[in-house]
């Protein structure tokens, strides 16, 4: 077996770096914005883990075991056809475009295919001219990795390590997530035991109890939000300018308990400087100042590089 790693293209550099300083691995070979990597034979789960930790994470891990110059033959290989009707496949392939024809070639040839309620992943990499494959079993040998793969985005993880120290959350506590779609966010805050309303136009795919689902912009949302228990927790992860997301947040301040807590991703210029970071801090502590206080500006290990993750207080008294 071996990986195939696709990665934003500025990081593919020290993606392989990061890569080769891991023993296990032998061989990366990169072709923008794929690595190809080889490595000894047990360290898949450990490196897998590891390609999709830190601040330069991977967008998506590829496991491929077998190849062959005609996507056609894909359908036909051993890979597929062990235990056929006992499988559901999600396909996962590179380029984008593939993935469609994939599966309306999978289903043409009698597989059943579904995005969410699958048994195995068929992962794809066209490299020309072969396209690599491989075939692999949901919680099965890498069960805990899967269970990685599969929140429905890298953000959960940000939020986890944000408030590693507050959960489980106390009964009754309730939280805003602003921008919640698709769902990585709330899906932590819900199994953490808030009830949680998520602010967002796009779809929430995670199937949690206690999530109220606002489809809309936050901006009409204040007629629904008036009418809610006042929250405990509020969370924002729009990808906006920290300036305009200070304007957002003090928009909310009216619907939050006094000492609320606030976490905030700061998204920033490509490869911030600090002077860019501190100013961007200012700005927003300036905007919140009058409603909150305590602001604390972190950069957690599962922030990207041009991420920030801020903390504050609303205010007892205002
Ligand atoms: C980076 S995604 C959030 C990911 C999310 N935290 C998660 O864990 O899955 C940003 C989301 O903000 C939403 N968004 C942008 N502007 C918004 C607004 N004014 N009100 C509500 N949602 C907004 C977008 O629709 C998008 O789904």
């Known amino acids: 077996m071996s990986i195939v790693v696709h990665v ?44 999709f930790q830190g601040r330069i994470a991977a967008q998506r891990v590829y496991q491929v075991n077998a190849s ?12 597929m056809n062990k235990d056929k009707e006992n499988r559901v496949f999600k396909v996962m392939a590179y380029p984008n475009h593939l993935q469609q024809k994939l599966v309306e070639m999978i289903a043409h040839e009698g597989f059943r295919v579904h995005p969410k309620d699958y048994t195995h992943e068929l992962h794809v ?10 075939v692999i079993e949901r919680n099965g040998e890498f069960g805990h990795v899967d269970e990685i ?24 506590y309730h939280a805003l997530d602003i921008g919640a779609s698709p ?29 109220i689902h606002l489809p809309m912009l936050l901006e009409q949302a204040f007629d629904h939000l008036k009418t809610m228990k006042k929250f405990d927790l509020c969370v924002c992860d ?10 957002l947040i003090a928009s909310v301040a009216p619907f939050l308990h006094p000492n609320a807590t606030v976490v905030l991703t700061f998204k920033l210029s490509r490869r ?47």
């Open 8 to 51: 934003e293209a500025s990081q593919l550099a020290r993606f392989e770096r990061k890569l080769l300083a891991f023993d296990a691995v032998y061989d990366v070979q990169c072709k923008e914005p794929l690595l190809f990597v080889k490595f000894a034979p047990n360290a898949q789960e450990e490196l897998i883990r590891l390609c």
């Open 68 to 79: 062959c110059s005609d996507a056609g033959w894909i359908a036909w290989s051993q890979e």
């Open 125 to 134: 990499v066209y490299a020309a001219p072969l396209f690599l494959f491989g």
């Open 149 to 172: 793969l599969n929140v429905p985005c890298r953000a959960y993880h940000k939020l986890a390590e944000a408030l590693a120290d507050c959960v489980p959350f106390k009964d009754g």
């Open 183 to 211: 769902g990585g966010w709330t899906e932590f805050l819900a199994k953490n035991g808030a009830h949680v309303v998520a602010v967002d136009p796009g779809e929430i795919t995670v199937h949690v109890e206690n999530i």
């Open 238 to 247: 729009i990808n906006i300018r920290p300036h305009k997301m200070a304007q």
């Open 272 to 318: 911030p400087t600090q002077t860019a970071v501190d100013e961007a801090f200012n700005s927003v502590c300036k905007t919140l100042s009058k409603g909150f206080h305590e602001f604390k500006l972190t950069w957690l290990h599962a922030n990207t590089i041009n991420e920030r993750t801020l903390f504050a207080k609303k205010k007892a008294f205002v």
